[in-house]
Nanobody, 123 residues
Framework: QVQLVESGGGLVQAGGSLRVSCATSGRTFSMRTMAWFRQAPGKEREFVSAISWSGGDTYYTDSVKGRFTISRDNAKNQVYLQMTSLKPEDTAVYYC????????????????WGHGTQVTVSS
C-alpha cells in the first residue's frame, strides 16, 4: 500500500507563489508516476501535472504551463508542486496521486490519493 499526505496549501494573493508538498510512504518504489490533481467547488477533479519516477518526464495541463513546476525527491519520499503567478482560477483543493504505470491525465487511472490541501488565491 501507499500513503500520501499533502501539505503547504494556504491563502495567497494573485500573482503570488506557493509550494505544496506530498509526503509518501509505503511501497512508493512501485509508483512509477506521481501526479497532482485539483478540484474546485462544483467542478470535476482535473489533472494538473505528473512526473515519472526518475523525474525526467514531466507533464502539465495547458493552463499551468510556465507557471507550475513539479518535482520529486525519492530519497526523501516527497513530491512537490511549485506554483507561481497564481491566479484566482487556481483556487481548488490540490490532491496528490500515484499509479504504478506511466503518466495519465485521467483521475480514474490513479489508485492512490491523499486527502488534499486547500489553495486559495485572492484577487
Amino acid at each position: 500500500q501507499v500513503q500520501l499526505v499533502e501539505s503547504g496549501g494556504g491563502l495567497v494573493q494573485a500573482g503570488g507563489s506557493l509550494r505544496v508538498s506530498c509526503a509518501t510512504s509505503g511501497r512508493t518504489f512501485s509508483m512509477r508516476t506521481m501526479a497532482w490533481f485539483r478540484q474546485a467547488p462544483g467542478k470535476e477533479r482535473e489533472f494538473v501535472s505528473a512526473i515519472s519516477w526518475s523525474g525526467g518526464d514531466t507533464y502539465y495541463t495547458d493552463s499551468v504551463k510556465g507557471r507550475f513546476t513539479i518535482s520529486r525527491d525519492n530519497a526523501k519520499n516527497q513530491v512537490y508542486l511549485q506554483m507561481t503567478s497564481l491566479k484566482p482560477e487556481d483556487t481548488a483543493v490540490y490532491y496528490c496521486a500515484a499509479r504504478p504505470w506511466g503518466a495519465s491525465q485521467s483521475a480514474a487511472e490513479y489508485g492512490y490519493w491523499g486527502h488534499g490541501t486547500q489553495v486559495t488565491v485572492s484577487s
